[in-house]
């Protein structure tokens, strides 16, 4: 029938002796043998040795019930590659009960497996890159930076979780899709052998075309993820920098950009308030000669400084917003300014902001060292100024400015 060869799942039909006396196109495709070669044959030589020492008592066992068994095997094809499959299979009952052959329906899912375990080691390596990130963390908490690092971390682990998730969720709808498809072959089975009404309803209420169709598709989504796993990873080596000691040319909007993706899961939308909104205004800027690992520490204590900011609250009606804005003063400088529109600052409090040890945050919350530190940076290794503009009610402005090419400094 029509149905039967043109499906894409091999559809096999074996007598009790468990010789072949059904074999479709898509069997020839998957298995490599044509149906000619097959007819007859007694089925063992689809399946490894390792399965033939168990095959015998399998079968017997298949052939007392009367149930359907669903399993996942490892098959040989007719050029000796081994592909795993999934078997749906059925038993065939004659009127008067006797079971008198079985129908099979199998579906090649190699690739998705293979893909399944390439995800599983990308997690797992992701994992192990995370534990390292930690014990570094661990051994490196006397230093601001690495108090930077933890929540650079947190944020690192917090994002790969997403992906590794949508990838594995769409796993579960692949299995699904497969388990739709054998539902409409084991339909048409019983309808045999001709193509009734319910199939032909059941077979446009479920897509088959379309489900056919999405299954690459679903794989592609799967590389999607791990696509975005790689570009947050690129993100966090790109912000701590931790190999580049040296002063070189760097473009200064590739830190911000790093510093903001790592910061996204304090930045998305919370049951208490909406996503902050980023506002980015960049001017064309050439390379700036700094420390890029430093500059981005920066970055990364002033924007972690306004969203605690604007997790208090707001000063107006707006919604939660950061502004980050770039531009070229003269020749010679660049100007970084980074504000949010949070309570703001009383002025007792912004006059002892890059003073060591001081915060406001509850003891555990900070060091008092992040913008200390940030000062130091700015100033002392890159000959610049670090200015806070605020007052209460009016929100924050930190304004950084650098030299393009750097002066000898303490």
């Not at 039909?13 to 495709?29: G, L, P």
């Not at 997790?311 to 949010?340: A, F, H, Q, R, V």
Request: proline residues 4%; charged residues 25%; negative net charge.
């Amino acid at each position: 029938a029509l149905m039967v060869q043109q499906t894409p799942l091999a559809v096999i039909e074996w007598n009790r002796n468990f010789e072949i006396k059904e074999w479709n196109q898509a069997a020839e495709r998957i298995f490599g043998y044509s149906k000619s070669e097959v007819l007859g044959r007694d089925f063992s030589f689809l399946v490894t040795d390792d399965f033939k020492i168990s095959l015998s008592q399998m079968l017997d066992d298949f052939v007392n019930q009367k149930g359907r068994i669903l399993s996942t095997n490892e098959n040989v094809t007719k050029d000796g590659r081994r592909i795993i499959c999934e078997w749906y299979n059925y038993p065939l009952v004659a009127a008067n009960g006797e079971i008198v052959g079985i129908a099979s329906m199998a579906f090649d899912i190699t690739e998705r497996k293979q893909a399944e375990t390439e995800l599983y080691q990308k997690a797992q390596d992701l994992e192990n890159t995370i534990s390292q990130l930690q014990r570094a963390q661990t051994n490196l908490v006397q230093s601001e930076k690495m108090s930077g690092l933890g929540q650079l971390v947190a944020g690192v682990a917090h994002e790969i979780n997403n992906p590794v998730n949508f990838i594995y969720g769409n796993l579960n709808h692949a299995n699904n899709y497969i388990q739709n498809l054998l539902e409409i072959i084991e339909t048409y089975r019983r309808n045999y052998p001709q193509p009734t009404l319910e199939i032909q309803e059941l077979t446009e209420e479920l897509d088959l075309e379309f489900l056919v169709e999405d299954l690459p598709k679903l794989l592609g989504s799967m590389k999607v993820g791990a696509q975005r796993i790689r570009e947050i990873v690129a993100s966090l080596r790109n912000f701590s920098r931790m190999d580049e000691a040296q002063m070189k040319q760097v473009n200064i909007h590739e830190g911000i950009d790093s510093t903001l993706m790592i910061l996204e899961h304090r930045i998305k939308a919370k049951p208490n308030r909406p996503r902050i909104e980023i506002i980015k205004n960049y001017s064309k800027l050439p390379q700036i000669e700094c420390y890029p690992g430093q500059l981005n520490q920066v970055f990364m204590n002033i924007l972690v400084n306004a969203l605690d900011a604007l997790e208090k609250g707001i000063g107006n009606d707006n919604p939660p917003t950061i502004c980050i804005k770039t531009e070229l003063l003269g020749c010679k400088e660049i100007k970084i300014s980074i504000s949010d529109n949070g309570k703001g600052i009383p002025e007792k409090i912004k006059t002892r902001l890059f003073d060591p040890f001081f915060t406001t945050k509850p003891v555990g919350k900070g060091t008092g060292m992040g913008l200390s530190i940030s000062y130091q940076i700015v100033v002392e290794k890159h000959c610049g100024s670090l200015d806070c503009i605020s007052a209460p009610g009016e929100g924050t402005e930190f304004v950084i400015t650098i030299p393009m090419r750097q002066c000898v400094c303490k």
